[in-house]
């Protein structure tokens, strides 16, 4: 017996997301029919906000409602170093820290050929353009998670950045290999940033 075909649909929806199988998007399915009324509309609304009210900082990267962002925005960061990450979730795990006061950049993911991606797919052009007209900054920190596509981005970007002479450093392996910043505790990421090497 098949399922009726807005269940089947809803069913289909939530199997876009990363890591939600049939099973889990079906229970899901069913979770949302038990909902009241106002709850299942506050979640479209939730929804159709996130895609209409944000988007994508045209400084850095970063995901944002206004444009550039509250940090690319702030006077008070140090404008001399810039710490690259994969995505947004880890520029707000390293502000959770509280111990980092500089700027980022965000790369939207990395170098990976066995997915197709390649320099030109992530974003790299921006962050060069960006070193190449800000005189300020005097250092690039790579912290692309400690895994093979990772680190394969951060020996491409430091290639890429050295010879303009800024300096380029890694966040130290305080973070475990294969692990991702999002899922680390705080004083695991500030011993990382503090025990950053140069490449």
Do not use: W
Request: proline content about 5%; overall charge negative.
């Amino acid at each position: 017996m098949q399922y009726p075909e807005p269940i089947a649909k809803l069913i289909d929806s939530f199997m876009k997301l990363p890591g939600i199988g049939y099973k889990t998007a079906t229970r899901l399915a069913f979770f949302t029919l038990d909902m009241q009324g106002d709850d299942v509309t506050e979640f479209a609304k939730s929804l159709i906000n996130v895609q209409r009210n944000l988007h994508f900082c045209s400084i850095c990267g970063n995901i944002t409602e206004e444009d550039p962002c509250e940090i690319c925005s702030d006077p008070s960061r140090d404008q001399n170093t810039v710490l690259v990450v994969e995505d947004s979730k880890d520029v707000m795990s390293m502000e959770q820290m509280k111990e980092y006061h500089g700027l980022y950049h965000v790369l939207h993911g990395v170098l990976s050929p066995m997915e197709g991606k390649g320099p030109e797919d992530i974003n790299i052009t921006s962050l060069l353009k960006r070193l190449q007209d800000n005189e300020a900054i005097k250092e690039v920190i790579i912290a692309t998670n400690a895994t093979p596509e990772g680190e394969a981005t951060a020996m491409y970007l430091a290639r890429l950045v050295k010879p303009s002479g800024i300096k380029v450093t890694r966040l130290a392996h305080g973070l475990s290999v294969g692990s991702d910043i999002e899922y680390a505790d705080q004083m695991t990421l500030y011993k990382a940033v503090e025990g950053r090497t140069e490449m």
